[in-house]
């Protein structure tokens, strides 16, 4: 062994790398695919009169949430306090923490935040509104309340308008909270595949939204803003009369799973965020081997497709590799070293598997972004 | 909004830290129960004559490689080349990629690798040969060869020992290359629940690897090494007669998967890797929601288990958050703010989710250990 310096680990890419040459696996983006998607969920929130608050755990990258932002989007969501961080260092200045957080060092991190940001988070129990109060209060911050309810989800909120009432009040008590109005997320319906289905599922679940904003304004009580809907939903959410913000996050990528949703209106995204791989052994014969798996994207919602669609299908994931089979009995399979594209299940979990997005245009890299809140799930 | 600096995370935890109080979610290592794996493995390859070469990809942490190392093991195996260069960093010195590489950029990381540290990998084409054999030459190192049998795995690797003969020849040719022998590895019966059945198709899948063994001596081809094996097949490997090395990784922290094997010898391995969370709602009654999902920990092996295990049962995974109910209807739920152990269903893939494993012993934290190869795919 010779005595050497630490041996650098290359890039996968710089700027003007061809696809073909990006070291895999890798994401990249298609810029072009990506910025008309961004487009289209804008001109859609703006016809409506609705804000649009995309979600940056679907994304991760400020890049991304700056580029949201500069087309019209309010601000972003973040699913974590500690994910918000990189993107109030790039300078997005308006945050929703959209669901509850239950310890005091979760509090003072948020309360330490709203010193720089505009912030706010969800509650669905006094307790969780005391902390922040404390928080908010040493830190000299002030912290933006939704009360969350379930319309259906099943997973956090409280429900009906008497407990909302309860937890308003309870915001009231504490000088340095602010209150914001209603959280309202269905991500059940999310991926209701039929259209028809979708669309009747995501008014009833507005429609017990709805329910609550009139009870509250029966009481009294103002609803400044309701924020929910997600890239499924966000055509009827849209419509629906009752969301003052939309969260949807998915529509800037686009992965497999969305894309198996039916869609019959004009609100269609593309895929822009594709997971470059490699055959690395094509010994089998009836099949070949990519170096992508579960390390590189997230099966949870299913298997990648290749892309584009059609003679090549991604059978099973291993930690590093993925077997690919011909679609037909048969049919022909790419030879060693042939880079291919894969279309994840899930873009969200498999974001956050990596610590860049290679941006492509004409074939070649235009820009690599950091997924600077990659990981960050306090 | 104020003109203040960045906001710094504070560390999940630091050394003293109780365990009730390092912020979720976070995964936490039981420093006893991690040490009598390491030792119950070492003292079975001891007594069995096999060398132990523990898989890094299971862990991506230097600290436990260099434990396993201490404790008599040869090197350890990594997946990807990436993977392998903050483990020669941290001072292993005998590294095998247990799988091939098909392009010029990696075979030139893995050839200056083995200016560094002794370095072997998987060939199964003789173009992959041709690939490390420029390589290996242009940086002047020598890296060594093994050819991948596929012994019923169905992956990669060649079939019968004319192939491997093809290939020694190919090896052979390049000086820049050594020739090691035979990597056999069968993941598909690591986790064959029954141990009776395991035992038998452990046994079978040896006896292919003899074949071609016994083939080689014929044609006057020695097999120095012969690599593979795993967690799940490791106590009849050593049985077999054929491996020289076992490639096991996951015994070290063993997830809820391997768990799952009905084990009846004195080869038994204990939960020692855990995800810390925290209840964050209990508003919905019936369930409570944790601050652990899909983006700190894998679910490609099934959802996790709720640590010890009886009254609650994690139901299902959202990217950050997960429902638990009571395993009997009605049973009790922790309050809004309990801390709670986790065991993942694969360990793989939930370490490279996590930048730090944060050890415990007696319920405080002894040590932090960064996760030097997380995210390390290429």
Redesign the interface.
């Known amino acids: 062994?010779?005595n050497?310096p630490?041996?650098a680990?290359?890039p996968?890419a710089v700027v003007g790398t061809p696809l073909a040459d990006i070291?895999?696996?890798?994401l990249v983006i298609d810029l072009d695919a990506f910025e008309r998607n961004l487009d289209r969920l804008q001109a859609a929130a703006d016809a409506a009169g609705v804000q649009l608050r995309p979600h940056g755990?679907a994304h991760k990258t400020p890049a991304v949430a700056l580029a949201q932002i500069a087309r019209g989007a309010v601000g972003i969501c973040c699913?974590?306090v500690?994910e918000a961080?990189p993107f109030?260092?790039a300078g997005v200045?308006d945050i929703h923490i959209s669901?509850?957080?239950?310890?005091a060092?979760?509090a003072r991190?948020l309360a330490?935040?709203a010193?720089?940001?505009?912030m706010s988070v969800c509650v669905?129990?006094a307790?969780?509104v005391d902390l922040l109060g404390t928080a908010a209060d040493e830190a000299g911050s002030r912290i933006g309340v939704f009360v969350?309810i379930?319309i259906g989800h099943?997973?956090?909120?409280?429900s009906g308008a008497e407990?909302v009432l309860r937890l308003h009040a309870a915001v009231a008590r504490h000088p340095a909270l602010e209150w914001r109005g209603l959280q309202a997320y269905h991500?059940g319906l999310q991926h209701l595949r039929g259209h028809a289905e979708r669309r009747e599922k995501s008014f009833a679940a507005a429609a017990r939204a709805a329910e609550v904003v009139a009870a509250l304004a029966a009481a009294g009580v103002p609803c400044p803003t309701v924020t929910g809907g997600g890239s499924g939903s966000a055509e009827f959410d849209f419509e629906s009369g009752v969301f003052t913000e939309i969260q949807a996050g998915s529509y800037a990528f686009m992965d497999r799973d969305y894309a198996d949703n039916q869609a019959t209106g004009p609100l269609r995204f593309e895929h822009a965020m594709f997971l470059a791989c490699?055959?690395?052994?094509?010994?089998?014969g009836a099949h070949v081997?990519v170096?992508?798996g579960?390390?590189?994207m997230?099966?949870?919602s299913g298997l990648p497709t290749v892309w584009p669609a059609g003679p090549l299908r991604y059978r099973q994931?291993?930690?590093?590799?993925g077997?690919i089979g011909a679609t037909e009995p048969g049919g022909p399979l790419p030879a060693?070293?042939t880079p291919l594209l894969l279309v994840p299940g899930?873009c969200?979990?498999t974001v956050?598997?990596?610590?860049e997005l290679i941006c492509l245009r004409d074939g070649r890299v235009e820009t690599l972004w950091p997924v600077a809140a990659?990981?960050?799930?306090?």
């Open positions: 062994m010779k050497t630490p041996i680990l290359p996968a070291d895999t696996p890798a755990k699913q974590k500690s961080l109030i260092e200045h669901n509850e957080i239950a310890s060092s979760k991190l330490q935040a010193l720089r940001a505009r669905d129990d307790a969780q969350e379930d099943g997973r956090c909120g409280v407990a991500g490699t055959v690395m052994s094509t010994a089998a081997v170096d992508a579960l390390k590189s997230s099966v949870d994931a291993s930690d590093e590799h077997v060693l070293g899930h969200d979990p956050n598997l990596h610590d990659r990981g960050l799930s306090r």
